[in-house]
DNA sequence: AACGCAATACCCCGATTGGGGTATTTTTTA
DNA sequence: TAAAAAATACCCCAATCGGGGTATTGCGTT
């Protein structure tokens, strides 16, 4: 099969060895072929941009930021490009978060890998990838489950402030970075807080560190 | 190459996709064959006793078990089996446990895959293989200003001070639990910033995270 | 006996956070 | 286009933290 009809793919993972274990995986398909691997979220749209895969596999859970709002912005760069989520988290709210977000899929770690190649195929085809799993175990493992619904209600500024906070900054110098007033830093902590319920930053900070913020 | 000669090694790992993505690494060297895969801690032992690996390649962070533990009954129960530890956490609390135990290695899952190879080969050959980098970030700190030795000069008083903040505590509750005046608490707070050189709590929190306390 | 060190406790005061409001403007969504 | 959500900004005051001191007690080491 020669190479221009392969389906060129990008992979998106800060786990070097769970990234070279998929590219065997997928390249053990004639029509796959792993155009590259991303480790790091910054990396991701220049990497798209000069490789231009068809499909770019991205995982969730990325150091630093979140691999949705990643997804967001690779669809905006590039609308042309497919988009699967591949995570470990079995939750309702964020496979919900991934369809809003308009991505292509959402497949867990742990599946099968013939879902997995099924699911990109689909994707690939114009459709969508949906893990069927997701919906039936979630009320179960209820564990990440508050903390992610707490998470999606956070609007962008405020996770934008719990990252600087986590880093170590004052509500001085976190205004002085964003070029807002000190007082709105302020309101958006009292926020926060009130979305998360707690009350210190102590709690914030382990929160963001167990969020992946 | 003959079957007889070559390494038999199973994988023990709760993420079916991440297994798999290893058996393919692992078997594009010639002389390692993956013999099986492991997807429950109950699994391992009876697994080892029908296949007889020659090393086992455990992730420490399995489903309702401590893959360390794991690894302490397959070390009593067959001594000649190698074990090493695969792991994304990078702490050196977890390294030192996993050395204690007597396995035979450490090391972390985002790690390139030559490492890996050579990891193997190392405890294959009667070595160990742990992981340098977990080190590295205690002596990255080091140029930061000798973190290892403030480390040492904590007093026990204060570490235990550390953990209660890092949990949430303020001053005032720290005191009643432990039974002493919140100025004396103050005190160690102070003492502690000047030791580690750190002037925040949330640096203090972060720092507590990153050496395992 | 003298020294170091850990643990205890207090004073003072400025910096920072926490939580109760209210309110305007802009952006997004229904 | 009207309603909702996000982002902005301020008031007030209490709680907590941060850092500068000083000081006593007790327990090991030299």
Redesign the interface.
Known sequence: MSTQLRHKILLVD?????S??????LE?QADFVVCGQV?EASDVLPTIHSLQPHLVLLDINLRGTNGIDIGRKVLTDFPVVKVLMLT?YNQTKLLDETRRAGLHGYIL?????TD?ISGIRAVLGGGKAFDKRVQQVDNQEDVFGDDFARRLKLAFREVEIIRL????F?TEQIAAKLFIAASTVKTHRKNIHSKLGIT????L??WA?KNGL
Chains 1, 2 share one sequence.
């Open positions: 800060d786990h070097q060895m769970m070279d274990g998929l590219k065997g995986i053990k480790f470990m770690k742990d599946s099968p890998t997995l906070i986590r880093d170590g004052t210190n930053v102590v709690d900070v382990q560190n």
